[in-house]
């Protein structure tokens, strides 16, 4: 093969030796390339070790995470200290070790106006354990504003709350045995103070009072249902009926509205008056059949002829 070589001419023989050696350097820079490349593929002892301090920074981490979770992690130990369940905020009472549904509870009751006014309210918070009550007790602290004072006045008696399941009311104080009040002069207020009123009732009276015009007797509190006669003890009537009915200038709607009137007796009182003009005196109503004698003893009291 090589003589063949010797057949070409000077020019080509040169050409062919230098693509040879052009070959053959490529072959060897390609050769040179993968065994570089090889080489830096593997790790090096310094690689090595920076996998293996991530690694056991990550293993470290992991301990630590268990041991701070909860099933790992000691109780809390909660310091107490003295406070005004009226005063104080959620991160106080939190810091107390109550729960937030505690909290809330009790937040929601000093919205509704209630107060704590001895340490023993403060059981009555619904949610509250005995235990937590128990531990809490001795550090409860009442501002004296807030405080119980035995007053002069009729109102002596603590107040105190119930509860249903989700939140507490406030009970309202009743009056001492004794106590006397005017029962045309009562808002519902004072008739809430009297034992075996309550909100319902008290509304009850105030509007048949407005009805009849004022009471002119303390028996009259018996024309409204529920009403006992053990109430009648707590009221008086220092003052007159405050509003009459005009019989000769009412309409048959107001003469009607009156509890001791009705359709019947409105209707006879304003064909009189549309036939014979003004009534002068309860006693021309006797004439009508429509009254009877309990009917005009009733009614006197509220009767105006003018």
């Known amino acids: 093969m090589w003589k063949h070589f010797f057949y070409f001419s000077k020019a080509d023989r040169r050409a062919i030796v230098m693509l040879l050696a052009v070959l053959i350097l490529l072959v060897c820079g390609n050769l040179w390339l993968k065994e570089k490349q090889g080489k830096a593929l593997l790790p090096s002892a310094t690689d090595n070790e ?26 809390t130990v909660t310091v107490l200290f003295p406070f005004d369940p009226n005063t104080a905020d959620s991160t106080t009472l939190s810091d107390l070790g109550l729960s937030d549904f505690v909290i809330s509870n009790i937040l929601k009751y000093r919205a509704k106006g209630g107060i704590f006014r001895t ?3 403060f059981r009555r918070i619904y949610g509250l354990t005995s235990e937590q009550y128990e531990a809490l007790h001795p550090y409860v602290r009442i501002g004296i504003h807030n405080r119980l004072r035995r007053q002069d006045t009729a109102m002596s008696r603590p107040a105190t709350v119930f509860r249903d399941s989700t939140t507490l009311y406030p009970v309202t104080v009743k009056y001492v045995e004794g106590t006397v009040i005017d029962l045309n002069m009562a808002d519902t207020v004072m008739l809430k103070h009297i034992p075996g009123i309550g909100s319902g009732l008290a509304r009850m009276i105030v509007a048949y009072r407005n009805r009849l015009g ?3 007797a303390v028996s009259q509190l018996q024309e409204i249902p529920y009403i006992d006669t ?3 003890r707590w009221f008086r009537i220092t003052t007159p009926p405050f509003r ?3 019989v000769n200038h009412s309409s048959l709607d107001r003469l009607r509205s009156h509890p001791y009137m009705d359709f019947y007796k409105a209707k006879a009182i304003i064909e009189y008056r549309r036939k014979r003009g003004n009534l002068k005196d309860i006693a021309q109503l006797s004439l009508f059949e429509e009254f009877s004698e309990e009917d005009l003893k009733r009614l006197m009291p509220y009767l105006s002829f003018e």
Not at 67 to 75: G, T, Y
């Open 50 to 75: 920076s996998v293996d301090s991530f690694l056991a920074n990550v293993r470290k981490k992991e301990r630590l995470h268990r041991r701070s979770s909860p099933m790992h992690s000691s109780p």
């Open 244 to 246: 009459k009915l005009r």
């Open 119 to 121: 340490p023993e309210a």
């Open 214 to 216: 004022g009471f002119h």
């Open 230 to 232: 053990l109430v009648n």
